[in-house]
């Protein structure tokens, strides 16, 4: 029982990370993030305590520093035209936070689970959009659901009824959509690299599950989950052997388990869509492009369509395209994509420096865990193609790649080359 409330409780911390939620009576700065980042610095001053060293690797450390960059840039921006809007000039002190954040899950994985490794951290991510998922119909469904959720967690739940849309506990809009693209990213990336998983049928079983639900869910919240969708598609596929003519031996076994829950899926899902008409509605919604394309013959959304016709909106004058314009909060531009918001806000300096950090950290993991290549690369690549639809960043992910046991490198000889009494900071290179 001991064990069940502490994977619980777990849980809900991987939760707060990722779906960062306001609650009721507390300022809107104190979200649910903050409080993970501040249960984080505290398990980093206790190590400190401890351990006497800080171990900081140097490809952190330039991430520090190109986010440092990016930040000084924005400010500038912000302080040539004379506005006051520091969305991203304060990017930093965000980093900071999902750092810290991140310091929090991975030292709860250790506790609870004596290791913190991309297998169990996928396992968490991936119940934990599940979990989600569950919710979101729940408070479309069920009036006490949604009204003590909304009493509880009540920053934008309004917004969300008045257009119709799922949501969870924080969970909502495009993104709610990147954490569940990038949830399925890891599921297909441990469902095809990770020995202890493939040899366990419960684990496939589970996963696949969690997969398809937040395939279809996921996509009623926000339809940003079928980059998610394409890129776990694309995993799933290079990784097969397939194009090196050589099948992987136990791939017969994961088709077999893929194709049952894949049709169980597909089963539940036309049931629902033909007897519920909630469900009916959000599946119209969730894979409207697929509906137009069946009934009228061309693939498109209304989404899609105002993206292309009224939201590619770019600087005027050189200097906007050079340093911005400095504004960015209270959609000013009335747009929506990712690159004409950041470079209306930094210009192509702030935002050439803004995509170097994710490219860095993509290469510096490909480089440090090999045998996970292709999930960073993907992870890289879902980058760039949501940022035609949204402006946000994935540093979230990295900030717990930073933390994993398995991706920090080797840190014991480090830790015991530590001799002395005082507490030092140790900054080792790696």
Request: overall charge neutral; hydrophobic content about 50%; glycine content about 6%.
């Amino acid at each position: 029982m001991g064990k069940v409330i502490s994977y619980i409780f777990l849980g809900c911390v991987v939760s707060s990370y990722l779906f960062s939620a306001n609650i009721s009576y507390l300022p809107d700065s104190l979200s649910t993030k903050v409080f993970t980042a501040v249960l984080g610095f505290a398990f980093l001053i206790f190590d400190f305590i401890n351990k006497k060293s800080i171990v900081i690797s140097k490809g952190f450390l330039i991430s520090n520093i190109i986010a440092i960059i990016f930040s000084i840039i924005c400010y500038i921006s912000t302080d040539l035209n004379n506005t006051i809007d520091y969305s991203y000039a304060s990017y930093i002190v965000s980093f900071i936070i999902w750092y810290f954040g991140a310091y929090a899950v991975c030292k709860l994985l250790n506790i609870i689970h004596g290791e913190a490794n991309l297998r169990i951290l996928t396992y968490y991510c991936a119940a934990v959009c599940f979990s989600q998922c569950i919710i979101a119909l729940l408070i479309d469904n069920i009036p006490i659901v949604k009204f003590v959720v909304d009493m509880v967690f009540y920053k934008g739940n309004a917004y969300y009824d008045s257009i119709d849309r799922l949501y969870g506990i924080g969970a909502a809009l495009d993104p709610a959509g990147v954490r569940f693209a990038i949830t399925l990213v890891l599921i297909a990336a441990v469902l095809s690299k990770d020995a202890v998983v493939r040899k366990n049928k419960n684990a496939i079983i589970l996963l696949l599950i969690s997969f398809f639900t937040i395939v279809v869910v996921g996509n009623m919240i926000s339809r940003t989950t079928i980059v998610g969708l394409l890129g776990a598609c694309a995993y799933f596929l290079l990784d097969s052997g397939l194009f090196n003519f050589y099948l992987k031996k136990d791939a017969k076994k994961f088709r077999i388990y893929f194709s049952v829950t894949l049709l169980f899926a597909i089963g539940i899902s036309t049931f629902l869509y033909n007897t519920n008409e909630s469900f009916y509605e959000q599946m119209r919604f969730a894979f409207e492009g697929f509906f137009n394309w069946v009934e009228h013959g061309e693939w498109r959304t209304d989404s899609t369509d105002k993206l292309s016709n009224e939201m590619w909106i770019w600087p005027e004058d050189q200097k906007t395209w050079l340093i911005g314009s400095g504004l960015f909060d209270n959609f000013i531009y009335s747009t929506d994509i990712g690159y004409c918001r950041f470079i209306l806000y930094c210009g192509l300096i702030g935002f050439s420096c803004f995509a170097f950090l994710f490219i860095f950290n993509s290469l510096l993991f490909t480089q440090r865990h090999p045998y996970y290549w292709l999930l960073f690369i993907i992870l890289l690549g879902l980058t760039f193609i949501i940022w035609f639809k949204v402006a946000t960043d994935i540093f979230f992910i990295y900030a717990l790649f930073f933390c994993l046991d398995s991706f920090k490198g080797n840190t014991q000889e480090s830790e015991n080359s530590n001799t002395h009494e005082n507490r030092i900071l140790h900054t080792r290179y790696i």
